[in-house]
């Protein structure tokens, strides 16, 4: 089979677009989770809370203490620091 061969490349374009609707799955995910730390660190902030928070969602209860949240803020920080910028912020760089 030739390395250029239609039928394969059509084929590897197709695998490749699936991976970038994972990867931009697994994208949107992390970012309503960053969202939803982001909201419940701005709650805490605004409210001076020293001990914990508590949270009623629709399910259980979330009680998050504000050790617990700073040490996964400074966690969640430095992972966001490591990663790199998206394509389309990427384009905006490169234009001139």
């Given at each position: 089979?030739?390395?250029n061969d239609p039928v394969r490349?059509?084929?590897?374009?197709?695998f490749l677009i699936r991976e970038e609707e994972k990867?931009?799955?697994i994208k949107e995910k992390t970012k309503?989770?960053?969202d939803l730390k982001e909201a419940i660190s701005g709650?805490?902030?605004?409210?001076?809370?020293?001990d914990s928070i508590e949270i009623n969602m629709?399910?259980?209860k979330k009680i998050i203490?504000?050790?617990?949240h700073e040490v996964t803020?400074?966690?969640?920080?430095?992972k966001w620091k490591k990663e790199p910028l998206p394509a389309d912020a990427m384009d905006e760089y490169t234009e001139f």
């Amino acid at each position: 089979m030739k390395k250029n061969d239609p039928v394969r490349r059509k084929n590897y374009v197709k695998f490749l677009i699936r991976e970038e609707e994972k990867a931009n799955k697994i994208k949107e995910k992390t970012k309503e989770k960053r969202d939803l730390k982001e909201a419940i660190s701005g709650i805490a902030n605004s409210l001076n809370l020293e001990d914990s928070i508590e949270i009623n969602m629709d399910g259980p209860k979330k009680i998050i203490s504000r050790r617990s949240h700073e040490v996964t803020m400074k966690k969640k920080i430095r992972k966001w620091k490591k990663e790199p910028l998206p394509a389309d912020a990427m384009d905006e760089y490169t234009e001139f």
